[in-house]
């Protein structure tokens, strides 16, 4: 008998009229949505920032700038459905000028393991920092160019005075390194990147960041 039900319940959907579908040709069609559009303003430069990790166990924070001349000011990146353009007013930009100036600064920073310690922790030294190694490179996808015929412009020291001055005999001395360096950069496209790659004596990279736009 269940059987029977359910041939005959069937029986009744099969036999039942099709009521046509709703028409989807008046339904209007979708709009397409527009990409966000993005503007970013590069007066002054293009930042960057890292934290890294000495040999030893010692933090430090990097931060600096790329510029050039003349060259950043007014300068802004704009995204939009048309992917990526740079402009100067009304001036397209598509390549950096022959020479741009990468300026950074090194400071002693602690680890974030080291923010919960009470302990004393492991600082930078000036012989530390002068046994690391620099490299440039120009990043494309994830194709890197060695940048070559880098020019120093600027280097120093500089001690941090301790916020208890009293303590300043008792404290650890910590510095900031200053670094300014002359890249060239003639033909590259604006698209490619400036990478940073500092490393210790034992060739392991200690900190890496990119100077982008």
């Known amino acids: 008998?269940?059987?029977?039900a359910n041939y005959l319940a069937l029986t009744i959907l099969l036999a039942a009229p099709v009521l046509p579908a709703k028409s989807q040709a008046h339904k209007p069609p979708k709009e397409k949505k527009l990409a966000p559009r993005t503007v970013w303003n590069?007066?002054?430069g293009a930042l960057f920032e890292t934290d890294g990790n000495a040999p030893g166990g010692g933090c430090f924070r990097l931060s600096g700038r790329l510029t050039a001349p003349q060259f950043f000011g007014g300068l802004k990146r704009i995204d939009d459905e048309q992917g990526t353009q740079y402009r100067r007013e009304t001036e397209v930009v598509t390549e950096f000028p022959d020479q741009v100036i990468l300026s950074f600064v090194i400071r002693d920073f602690p680890c974030a393991s080291q923010l919960q310690e009470t302990g004393e922790r492991t600082y930078?030294?000036?012989a530390l920092i002068a046994s690391?190694?620099?490299s440039l490179y120009w990043k494309r996808g994830i194709d890197l160019r060695p940048v070559e015929k880098v020019s120093d412009q600027h280097f120093s020291?500089?001690?941090?005075?301790?916020y208890a001055a009293a303590l300043s005999a008792q404290l650890p001395e910590r510095f900031e390194w200053f670094y300014q360096v002359s890249v060239p950069s003639a033909g590259v496209p604006l698209t490619d990147d400036l990478v940073l790659l500092l490393r210790g004596p034992d060739d392991r990279i200690a900190a890496r960041v990119a100077a982008r736009l």
């Open 42 to 44: 590069f007066d002054g």
């Open 157 to 162: 020291v500089k001690r941090v005075a301790p």
């Open 124 to 126: 930078l030294t000036q």
């Open 132 to 134: 690391m190694r620099l």
């Open 1 to 4: 008998m269940k059987l029977r």
